[in-house]
Every structure is written in C-alpha cells, then in structure tokens.
C-alpha cells in the first residue's frame, strides 16, 4: 500500500488550503481509518482529523470548526479542507490508513508542508 499526499504550500493567515491522500489501488480503503496528522517543528506529531469506515468523525480541537475530513472511496481518496488557517497549524502533514482484520495494516504517506504566514 502506497500513500501519496498532496497539497500543501504557503498560505497567509486565514487562507485556506486542501490536501489530498491518494492510496494506490488494491488498497482496502473503503473499509480502512483514514487520518491525517501533523508534526511542527520541535513538537510531537499530533491528530488532526480522523474518519471512519462509519463516517464517524473526530478532531483535535485546535481545528474543530476550520477543519473537515473527507473521502471518495471510489478514488481512494482522503481530503482535509482546512479554512482560517492561523500561523500555529503550520507542520509537515501526513496521512496515515489503518486497515482492519483480516488484512491488518497501518501505512503512511509522506508528508506534506503546510506554512501558514501572520
């Protein structure tokens, strides 16, 4: 399973900006965990935003109302719209699928820089 992000760049204070997590076919990605996460410069990688394969939704409440996660299980496709931007969501962004039994797994894409300016 490949994972391949997208979107990122630099924005200024309340842009916006939305990424984009291709999984690469044969992924089970329909029945997977989508997340999205984010790690700043100096600080530990944290959740942004996670969807379920029931369509549940959680978010870090640093971004609960700017953020919305979404998916296109035709297309394998994760997308995180992130509106009112502010300096502190600047971080590498990753996309992480975690896929149930019986085909267990928990992968990776590369990840993505978001610079947000004042």
């Known amino acids: 399973v490949q994972l391949q992000a997208s979107g990122g760049g630099l924005v200024q204070a309340g842009g916006s900006l939305r990424l984009s997590c291709v999984a690469s076919?044969?992924?089970?990605?329909?029945?997977?965990?989508v997340t999205w996460y984010r790690q700043a410069p100096g600080k530990q990688r944290e959740l942004v935003a996670t969807l379920t394969r029931s369509a549940t939704t959680n978010y870090a409440d640093s971004v609960k109302g700017r953020f919305t996660i979404s998916r296109n299980n035709a297309k394998n496709t994760v997308l995180l719209q992130m509106d009112s931007l502010e300096p502190e969501d600047t971080a590498v962004y990753y996309c992480?699928?975690?896929?149930?039994?019986?085909?267990?797994?928990?992968?990776w894409g590369q990840g993505t820089q978001v610079t947000v300016s004042s």
């Open positions: 076919p044969g992924t089970k990605f329909s029945i997977s965990a």
């Open positions: 992480n699928l975690v896929t149930p039994s019986p085909w267990p797994g928990d992968y």
